[in-house]
């Protein structure tokens, strides 16, 4: 498919789509957003599992089974100390991917010990950003515009990325992993997030030493997303797929685009915590 046909189908799914998720963030009760960012996570744990090499629909039915009753379970413990404890699992989780990372030919072979060393970190990456954002999202005051950053970082840097890779992409990032990410979409990804956060900060009336906070959170925040990108990169490549999906028309299947929030919602919400934000 040409760029020009795969521009067009991204910006009309996000022009479609986007104003559905931003009324969602900053108008639905939190019950009702937990609800449906499980639904996301659930059908990306579907496909995760499927990149992982399981084709049983029965065994990864079962699996989503125990995912919904873990995610109700957490429902109980959110704001609670358990519950920043398991935020923080899952920060140390994606501290723990670029291990993978920097050896991209490990697990790659289609062995059944290396499917299962696949999915056994998907409950590590996907409960902890599930519950960061359900924290983030009921958190008092502007609890809703936070957790409309959270996400938009991600978006953003995902846009800038891919202009600023298209544009100016000289410098492979990890060519044995995606060979169409730069080291120049990468800045182009964290300026945007960057751009983002400063408009935010104003917004959520963060000045001085607390705004300068913000952009250190979205800072590393946008790094742990590349991680999140990099690594669903990686099952897709081992599972020698383009795409986890084909649910949005030129943006590929749900876990394409909630990789990079699965890693950077726990380390934002964290930080925030943290840092009295």
């Known amino acids: 498919m040409q760029a020009s046909e795969v521009l067009r189908q991204r910006t009309l799914t996000a022009v479609l789509l986007a104003p559905a998720a931003i009324l969602l963030i900053l108008l639905a009760p939190t019950w009702l957003f937990a609800l449906a960012i499980a639904g996301a996570v659930l059908a990306g744990l579907w496909e ?19 995912m919904a009753a873990l995610c109700l379970g957490l429902w109980f413990w959110r704001g609670t100390p358990a519950g920043t404890v398991v935020i923080a699992l899952g920060v140390i989780a994606w501290l723990l991917a670029p291990l993978w990372l920097r050896h991209p030919t490990r697990l790659a072979a289609p062995r059944a010990a290396h499917a299962w ?61 995606s060979p169409g990410k730069t080291w120049e979409g990468v800045a182009g990804g964290v300026a945007l997030a960057v ?41 897709k490549r081992q599972a020698t797929v383009k795409d986890s999906g084909r649910m949005f028309p030129g943006h590929g299947g749900l876990l394409d685009r909630i990789d990079g929030v699965l890693a950077a919602a726990p380390v934002f919400v964290l930080l925030k915590l943290w840092l009295g934000l």
């Open 48 to 66: 995760w599992s499927r990149l992982a090499g399981f084709r049983n629909h029965a065994g990864r039915s079962l699996l989503l089974a125990l």
């Open 117 to 177: 060393i696949k999915l056994g970190f998907v409950l590590p990456a996907m409960l902890p950003a599930w519950l960061a954002l359900v924290v983030l999202h009921g958190d008092g005051r502007h609890a809703h515009v936070w957790t409309l950053l959270a996400l938009m970082l991600v978006w953003a840097a995902d846009t800038g990325a891919y202009f600023a890779g298209t544009r100016f992409g000289q410098h492979k990032l990890a060519p044995l992993i």
């Open 195 to 235: 751009l983002l956060a400063v408009v935010f900060g104003y917004a959520l009336d963060l000045r001085g030493l607390d705004l300068l906070l913000l952009l250190g959170v979205v800072w590393v925040s946008t790094a742990f997303s590349i991680i999140g990108d990099l690594s669903e990169s990686l099952l």
